[in-house]
């Protein structure tokens, strides 16, 4: 199913408050007064074609300024938009964009998802991020960036140093709160990443979000994680999914879990934490922790003994409030488990990607499409697309949707 985001702008909190001024005209900067006219001065500069996707989306953006603006802005010209015809933005159009956003500091960010912008692109997004300091969020997901251009933008070799240059950056960065550094080509067995991504944890108390999906993270990386967690102040958000995680990599989440007071979300799906790995967690949250909203658990091979400790945390946990287990092995017990904790008012049905039902006087599980984030590739034919309970990652931690 190709996925269509709704185009158009998207209003986020800027880094620092906007001045609110009596008028609609004093709210727009005279650099903003009118991005259309400034994008197609620029074509005509370059003897460059006009884009007609970017044009209608700077339109609509013109249109918001004048109604006032006291947020930034982040231009959505994702390309993946069925519900009407696009035509996608190439290396040389982003280089428009860029000029653009160099003359607007009220525009903070750019989503240009599924385009065609090649290394071309990754060119001008590399000198983008170099001069342009107050973007604080640039999406270049599905844009057939090679190599070249990924060492452009990193100003690095592809794979492990690209990694490692992004933890040492974010040491001292004071402004990104939320990086995705999923899946990257890495080769070596020593976790080399993480022992960088750990340090950057204890110097950096900025970052709020952080999505290590697909790192290849065990248990060794999962515990230089968790050490620099004892020392974070400001981490809400931490994705681990897609990993190699054991039961045994555990025992040093739960421990910090009885101490930190700011991690509400944590994703620990489609790794093999099993029966032993959910206790420590429910040991942690039943005693212990009082902040942590969101656990994810999809498909750990959790059988009915480590999914019922997780039901009965919650009766005792008045925080947690989501808890997402389909994927695992339910027995009966845990059946009645999760159903008496949603009958009971205590897991509301949007919090779960799981529905009771009953054949034969004998309660079953359904799955149900909620989740931290369900249409993170894709957005549904029919229905809301960015509802709370398939994404409530960005519902409840809302720094950088989409990330």
């Known amino acids: 199913m190709d996925p269509s985001p709704a ?5 986020v909190p800027t880094p620092t408050p906007t001045p609110t001024l009596a008028s609609a005209e004093e709210h727009v900067p005279a650099s903003i007064a009118s991005l259309r006219e400034h994008y197609c001065n620029l074509c005509a500069e370059k003897s ?8 209608n989306i700077l339109q609509e953006v013109d249109e918001e300024c004048k109604k006032g603006l006291e947020k930034g802005i982040i231009l959505n010209i994702a390309g993946n938009n069925r519900l009407m015809p696009v ?14 956003l160099k003359k607007n500091p009220y525009i903070i960010g750019l989503d ?6 090649s290394h071309v692109g990754a060119y001008y997004a590399a000198k983008l991020l170099e001069k342009q300091l107050n973007i604080i969020y640039l999406n270049l997901m599905f844009n057939d960036i090679g190599p070249d251009g990924g060492e452009l933008i990193a100003k690095v070799l592809h794979g492990m140093q690209s990694v490692i240059a992004f ?3 974010l040491t001292q960065n004071k402004a990104i709160r939320g990086i995705n550094l999923n899946r990257p080509i890495l080769y070596g067995e020593q976790e080399e990443s993480t022992v960088h991504i750990g340090h950057m944890l204890k110097e950096n108390h900025c970052l709020v979000e952080l999505h290590v999906c697909k790192h290849d993270i065990k248990n060794y990386g999962i515990k230089q994680l968790c050490d620099a967690l004892y020392l974070n102040t400001s981490l809400r958000y931490l994705d681990v999914s897609c990993n190699k995680i054991t039961r045994d990599g555990m025992v040093y989440l739960a421990d910090v879990l009885k101490s930190n007071t700011t991690l509400e979300i944590i994703d620990l799906s489609f790794n093999r934490i099993e029966n032993a790995g959910a206790s420590y967690l429910s040991e942690s949250l039943t005693s212990h922790n009082r902040t942590l909203k969101v656990l994810s658990v999809v498909s750990n091979n ?7 400790a997780l039901s009965q945390s919650m009766k005792t946990n008045p925080t947690l409030t989501n808890i997402y287990v389909w994927g695992n092995k339910f027995d009966e017990a845990t059946c009645m488990a999760y159903s008496d904790l949603i009958q009971m008012g205590r897991l509301q049905p949007d919090n779960t990607d799981v529905e009771p039902f009953v054949v034969d006087d004998h309660v079953y599980l359904a799955e149900v499409s909620n989740g931290l984030k369900k249409h993170y590739y894709w957005t549904p034919t029919y229905g809301e697309a960015y509802g709370h309970s398939s994404n409530a990652g960005f519902a409840l931690v809302p720094i950088g949707h989409h990330l």
């Open 87 to 100: 035509q996608r933005v190439t290396g040389e159009d982003f280089w428009t964009l860029s000029r653009i």
């Open 167 to 169: 933890a040492t950056v």
């Open 7 to 11: 185009p158009g702008p998207t209003r």
């Open 48 to 55: 460059q074609k006009i884009n007609p996707f970017i044009l």
């Open 112 to 117: 240009v998802r599924y385009n065609l912008l």
């Open 302 to 308: 959790i059988e009915g003994e480590g999914l019922v």
